[in-house]
């Protein structure tokens, strides 16, 4: 890409930043590859005197129905910049109310609409702001190692923000990882001094801290599971398994630190499910709309196995699933029972009565037997697969295959029928079967441990590695077995029925618990034409010191500026209230707190768990309103 840069041209304009804008806009509107269908957008920051002499921080940027090609300084909208940076600290706007509030702090009220995105262009922590649909950009960033590739290119003028959907999410997030904080990481640009990246940039980092807290207590080696070993097969393998609303972080964030050190290792999957509903409703603790692991344990003690397995079928791989108590009935007696526990059962109960618990000597093989043993021979490696590829639904369906063939095998070679003629036949039927259920005693491991240990000692069978299932002779002829007892019992309609109905009574009992308080005494309405309730702004917030509940709030309510020191220390920081807007009781009598008076109450609502709430207005209105 060629640049079009003039020294001698841009000279002229060394002195009047907002004409440099125009010529620098121009430049890049002349180029389709920059600016798709003369799209795009330019700023830049100029303090100035407004009407009244005053100093004023004033963005110029693009007005709505401006070509960048052929724009001039009237096509430039000048917003007042600290509005931009309120507007910022909403958790959303609509676009409606972006550019209504945008109008309303114009400093020329006959300018262009601004665009929309001019709190992107505030937030960005630099003096021209560029915002183009760069193909060459673009193009390296999906490259394999893209982000890795434009810092080599940019270097530290540049940092990569994960993709939202533009518009205001975009300015959030931006703001979000730039705002003014006391701790973080330095934005890498000079335009940025005060500024930083914090919360996901660094978060992740725990996840090494812990490790090596771990190794510390254990006396282990912590860098050999995080960094990398001098022969890379010596190199641990690193997955993070999370739900579908981090996959940003861990896909993105966290793997960019881990690149751009150097010495660790990156992920090498980041397998993340979907979520998983209970009874058609939301998982919610808050409400006790859960099945609480400790419970679960006391009212189904020994079947630890069957809540696994559950799981594991509904596993909401690729998109939400539901756990409900008459499916867990179903799988429970269908399958574990009717299916697994049935051909296990069989299997050994024959074997005692025929061959006194002893593993009989197997003889010619037929064809059934040949395949039954081929399909038992294939299934450690499909099942391996599917696991090592995170497919863990179908990796159970492929272990309960092999008993649905071990119960056909039975039934079709019959050997309670073929022992009244032929003996010698159905020592090989048994020898075949036993060996599948062997087979299934290593397979099941991963999923039902409990299950393949007991399964594993009615066998007496030691531990056998993986590589061992499927081998037509894990079991020796002579081996002598355990008397078969049930892997899995029936579960009643009446058992299930109580779990549900113990699901609707705890959350019954937790809204009633969460009951709000009662309504107080009654006045008169001349008591309540006493309360003078204002909308104000947060323009400052601190820490009250040696304080774990207050903050100090500087309040505009629109008649003047006062402090007012309230309880939500412990759910808000500073920054998180800054610019706000908040109902404050403004005629209550001061009271001094801690040193500080305090010139009234922000209003609040408080849930049954504690949890703070802002009373506000739904849309941004003039500081002082009142509330009525």
């Known amino acids: 890409m060629k640049s079009l840069w003039n020294e001698a041209e841009a000279a002229q304009f060394a002195d009047d930043p907002l004409a440099m804008r125009v010529y620098t806009s121009r430049l890049l509107g002349q180029d389709p590859s920059l600016v798709l269908h003369g799209g ?312 005692h009565k025929y061959f006194g618990g002893q593993v009989p000597a197997s003889s010619e093989l037929q064809s059934a037997d040949q395949e039954a043993l081929s399909q038992m021979e294939a299934m450690p490696q499909k099942i391996a697969t599917s696991i090592e590829s995170f497919r863990f639904r179908e990796a159970i369906a492929l272990l309960m295959d092999l008993a649905r063939v071990g119960n056909k095998y039975l039934a079709d070679t019959e050997p309670w029928k073929v022992i009244k003629e032929d003996e010698e036949r159905v ?57 078969a007892s049930l892997l899995f019992e029936k579960i009643e309609d009446t058992t299930v029925d109580q779990q549900v109905q113990k699901l609707e009574t705890a959350m019954q009992e937790s809204q009633q618990e969460a009951k709000p308080a009662s309504i107080k005494d009654e006045i008169a309405f001349p008591d309540f034409e006493k309360i003078d309730i204002r909308v104000a702004t947060v323009l400052e917030a601190e820490k009250v010191k040696k304080s774990k509940k207050l903050l100090k709030l500087t309040l505009d309510t629109g008649v003047d500026r006062r402090i007012v020191l309230s309880g939500i220390a412990q759910q808000y920081t500073p920054e998180e209230v800054v610019g706000k807007q908040v109902c404050v009781l403004a005629n209550l009598a001061p009271r001094k707190m801690m040193g500080t008076e305090s010139q009234g109450m922000v209003l609040m609502a408080e849930d049954a768990e504690g949890t703070l709430s802002f009373i506000r207005p739904e849309d941004m209105v003039k500081n002082g309103s009142a509330i009525s």
């Open 40 to 351: 795009g957008n330019t700023s830049v920051k100029i303090r100035e005197d407004d009407f009244f002499g005053q100093p004023t921080d004033v963005l110029y940027v693009k007005g709505s129905g401006w070509d960048l090609a052929t724009i001039e300084k009237p096509g430039f909208s000048p917003v007042r910049l600290d509005t931009l940076l309120k507007l910022a600290e909403f958790e959303t706007l609509s676009d409606s109310i972006i550019v209504r509030e945008q109008r309303a702090a114009l400093l020329d009220p006959f300018a262009p609409n601004p665009s929309v995105e001019a709190i992107l262009h505030a937030v960005i922590p630099a003096k021209f702001v560029d915002h183009t649909h760069t193909d060459a950009v673009i193009a390296v960033m999906n490259t394999p190692d893209g982000e890795a590739n434009v810092q080599k290119i940019y270097g530290d003028r540049v940092f990569v923000v994960p993709y939202v959907m533009p518009g205001f999410k975009l300015a959030r997030a931006v703001y979000e990882m730039t705002r003014d904080l006391d701790w973080g990481v330095d934005v890498p640009l000079p335009e940025a001094e005060g500024k930083k990246l914090y919360v996901w940039l660094d978060a992740p980092i725990g996840y090494i801290s812990s490790t090596k807290q771990w190794a510390k207590d254990h006396q282990k080696d912590w860098e050999a599971y995080w960094k990398k070993q001098p022969d890379d097969e010596d190199n641990s393998t690193l997955i993070h398994f999370i739900g579908k609303d981090n996959i940003v972080f861990h896909c993105i964030i966290f793997p960019s630190i881990l690149h751009a050190h150097g010495d660790y290792i990156l992920p090498e999957n980041v397998p993340a499910n979907e979520f998983l509903n209970l009874e058609g409703k939301k998982i919610s603790t808050s409400r006790n709309w859960a099945v609480w692991l400790h419970e679960y344990l006391d009212d189904f003690p020994g079947k630890e196995d069957v809540l696994r397995y559950v799981l594991c079928t509904i596993l909401p791989e690729t998109k939400d699933s539901e756990f409900t108590w008459k499916d867990y009935q179903a799988k429970n007696n269908n399958e574990l029972v009717a299916i697994l526990g049935n051909f296990v059962n069989r299997t050994l109960v024959l074997t």
């Open 427 to 483: 020592k090989t039927i048994l020898n075949t079967a036993l060996q599948i259920t062997a087979s299934l005693g290593i397979l099941a491991e991963p999923f039902l441990p409990f299950t393949a240990n007991k399964l594993r000692q009615m066998l007496n069978m030691k531990s056998t590695p993986w590589e061992g299932a499927g081998s037509a002779d894990i079991l020796s002829a002579g081996h002598e077995i355990q008397k």
